[in-house]
């Protein structure tokens, strides 16, 4: 099976209604369109509603003529990567940590992608060496900069060799002690992942971090879950981030499918992220409270090592934030005094020892 990277090829393969080919045309005009064949497999055709694929892995893959409705509020570089980037290749913003954009391109494109303006076959496809020893150089020079994220596009698209030669190079700057990987090949193209490229990425004397990006359980097929093994059992942690999506994930019984088989793989949740404003992908997005809802219905259902953090990019490059559900109420009781009452996991309220009203 080869990949899938027209709308034509996707009507061919019954992925996509034929009637909808000029739409799907324009769609892949502007934004890029890939599926593998390890994606295409996960795929269940049958699973059609009003004619269109309702299947979860194809909502996230099949490019939709929604996608040509952007909304005002959405923008272009909804995370503001642009702001924060001093020299080519480098987002810096926060003080401690920055990513270094390797390549541009992916194995698939996801259609709900933050950077979807920037990845894709329409744009320079890796950070020439050049951007690369100005980005190093710009790392080596700022010793608060502890952690370097490696990511994209997908920087596991990257030979070992061309991997090993990035990591070696951040194992050279003393002041960096965590390397991060954020990528989605372990799920979409696992035979990418060899027990050469864990050894490539695996920083020496310092942590190396893998972060899987994987939204629906059904994305960790039997290939998955042996790549993240070949990962994990050459010494590097696994975490994983997932994106809030409707129609994929919006419910608790995926979301806890999905953390749930996470874990039993030894990939600790991290993110649950609430969708970004990235242009035309508003018929994928939850509301925030819809996504506080199955947070808190997550809440002791699912064991601590299944809970990731509930976050929203905040819009303009302003960082992520914490959204998940508060707990914890202040209550006044007098003038001078309040309580605290903070609610368990059955949705009942108890009390907590009083407290001054101007104690903080
Ligand atoms: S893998 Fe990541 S960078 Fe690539 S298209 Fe998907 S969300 Fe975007």
């Known amino acids: 099976m080869k990949?899938?990277?027209t709308p034509a090829?996707?009507?061919a393969a019954g992925l996509a209604p034929?009637?909808?080919?000029?739409?799907?045309?324009?769609?892949?005009?502007?934004y890029a369109v890939s599926l593998t064949p390890d994606v295409i497999s996960l795929i269940h055709s049958d699973d059609k509603h009003s004619g269109e694929l309702a299947d979860p892995i194809a909502r996230q893959f099949v490019p939709d003529p929604a996608e040509l409705d952007a909304r005002p509020e959405e923008r272009a570089d909804p995370i503001g990567d642009d702001a924060h980037s001093p020299v080519e290749g480098i987002v810096h913003r926060y003080p401690d940590r920055v990513l270094l954009k390797l390549v541009h391109i992916c194995p698939v494109y996801c259609r709900f992608c933050f950077r979807r303006?920037?990845?894709g076959p329409g744009h320079r496809r890796w950070l020439?060496?050049?951007a690369l020893v100005r980005a190093l150089d710009y790392i080596r020079a700022r010793p608060q900069i502890w952690e370097v994220i490696l990511t994209g596009g997908d920087p596991l698209v990257l030979s070992p060799r061309r991997l090993r030669e990035v990591v070696h190079a951040l194992e050279r700057i003393e002041h960096v002690k965590i390397v991060r990987v954020h990528t989605r090949v372990p799920v979409v193209a696992p035979a990418r992942v060899t027990s050469e490229v864990a050894r490539a990425i695996k920083a020496r004397g310092k942590a190396t971090y893998v972060v899987l990006h994987a939204n629906h359980p059904r994305e960790l097929s039997a290939r998955a879950r042996a790549a993240c093994a070949r990962i994990i059992d050459a010494g590097i942690p696994m975490l994983s981030q997932s994106v809030l999506l409707r129609g994929v994930n919006d419910d608790p019984d995926t979301l806890?499918?999905?953390m749930r088989t996470l874990v039993e793989n030894r990939i600790k949740p991290y993110y649950l992220h609430h969708g970004d404003l990235a242009p035309g992908t508003s018929h994928l997005r939850t509301t925030i409270p819809q996504g506080q809802s199955l947070v808190r219905a997550l809440h002791g259902r699912l064991s601590g090592l299944c809970q990731p953090t509930y976050v929203l990019d905040i819009p303009g490059g302003?960082?992520?934030?914490?959204i998940g559900p508060c707990y914890l109420q202040r209550v006044p009781t007098t003038e001078e005094e309040a309580r605290f009452e903070i609610e368990d996991f059955n949705g009942v309220r108890h009390p907590y020892p009083p407290v001054r009203q101007d104690d903080s």
Not at 318 to 322: D, I, L, Y
């Open 3 to 5: 990949p899938l990277r």
């Open 9 to 11: 090829a996707l009507v």
């Open 18 to 30: 034929p009637e909808q080919l000029a739409a799907l045309e324009q769609v892949a005009a502007r």
């Open 117 to 119: 303006e920037s990845v």
């Open 128 to 130: 020439s060496r050049a």
């Open 256 to 258: 806890a499918a999905l």
């Open 318 to 322: 302003h960082g992520k934030s914490p």
